[in-house]
């Protein structure tokens, strides 16, 4: 059987019909807080025009799956936060990076908690979670999440680049590169799909006919609560992450120096009115509702 081959990149951008004439299907992409490292509307228009497929991984810090439930919570509601402005239908791979090197055992609580809480801030992207991560840890978490879509790196727990793959592994990162994208040598990752658990894998085909994406809510987004200046906890971050997301800039505090700390500040005040007067909102410095609904829905 031919392998069914995809490729993943960040910072440069190989000419999307060199992809697809080189023999690729599809394209694994970022959302991190780098403008410069993450998918735009209009490359994932350029993918789909040549009918590449499209997935999606979060990844900004290396280790940022050892912050566990708060930083899982802010990551999948930025995750969620940038597939709604891209216009991503439901069911669009949406994984995040749970563990590229040997999670040790004392660590695997504190990633299994952020996994959970990731998965849980999907919201409707839910059906397209999963992770990327060494053999160990994807299998590991796939016990609890077996229906979810793993991604294993090309580096195993062993140290044995390429030599074992997990059972659990849908999508496989391989060591070197099988074809050549002219120009691109060294810039993109090849990976195998079409085997394990997910031989069939839902990518995004941008510009396709896709199920319109499901409404807000209309009395607002369920659970945030009504937040401004002074306020702290779980939902400020997630505020702050969303508005991160959107490439505001809140600080060097937070435990990756992003901003994402926790506490509705001055910064995050003027960030949320910016915010605010660029969606044609009331600028109070509120998050209510319709702040909330505003900034997860796409803009």
């Given amino acids: 059987m031919t392998d069914l081959l995809a490729v993943d990149y960040a910072w440069t951008h190989p000419d999307p019909q060199a992809i697809r004439a080189a023999g690729y299907t599809a394209v694994i992409r970022y959302v991190s807080t780098d403008p410069t490292k993450d998918l735009s509307a209009a490359e994932a228009q350029s993918l789909g025009a040549v009918g590449l497929g499209v997935g999606l991984v979060f990844e900004t810090e290396a280790q940022r799956a050892y912050g566990s439930t708060i930083a899982g919570s802010t990551d999948g509601a930025m995750m969620a936060g940038r597939l709604r402005q891209l216009g991503a239908p439901t069911g669009t791979p949406a994984l995040v990076n749970v563990g590229d090197w040997a999670v040790l055992s004392s660590q695997v609580s504190a990633v299994e908690s952020y996994y959970a809480a990731y998965r849980q801030s999907l919201g409707e992207y839910q059906s397209g979670a999963g992770g990327y991560g060494t053999g160990g840890i994807i299998t590991y978490l796939s016990a609890s999440y077996p229906d979810d879509l793993w991604w294993q790196n090309a580096i195993d727990d062993l140290g044995q680049s390429g030599s074992v793959i997990s059972q659990s592994?849908?999508?496989?990162?391989?060591?070197?590169?099988?074809?050549?994208?002219?120009?691109?040598?060294?810039?993109?990752?090849?990976?195998?799909?079409?085997?394990?658990?997910?031989?069939?894998?839902?990518?995004?085909?941008?510009?396709?006919?896709?199920?319109?994406?499901?409404?807000?809510?209309?009395?607002?987004?369920?659970?945030?609560?009504?937040?401004?200046?002074?306020?702290?906890?779980?939902?400020?971050?997630?505020?702050?992450?969303?508005?991160?997301?959107r490439y505001f800039h809140l600080g060097t505090s937070g435990q990756l120096g992003d901003g994402?700390?926790?506490?509705?500040?001055?910064?995050?005040?003027?960030?949320?009115?910016?915010?605010?007067?660029?969606?044609?909102?009331q600028v109070d410095g509120i998050v209510g509702p319709i702040t909330w609904r505003a900034l997860l829905t796409v803009s």
């Fill in 169 to 245: 592994a849908s999508i496989y990162q391989r060591v070197r590169p099988t074809l050549t994208i002219p120009g691109a040598a060294g810039q993109y990752d090849e990976n195998v799909y079409g085997f394990g658990p997910r031989p069939v894998i839902s990518w995004w085909q941008p510009g396709a006919a896709q199920p319109a994406p499901p409404p807000p809510p209309a009395d607002g987004i369920p659970d945030m609560p009504e937040i401004s200046q002074g306020a702290s906890g779980t939902a400020v971050r997630i505020l702050q992450g969303l508005l991160v997301a």
């Fill in 260 to 281: 994402i700390d926790g506490s509705f500040g001055p910064l995050t005040n003027a960030a949320v009115r910016t915010y605010q007067g660029q969606a044609h909102l």
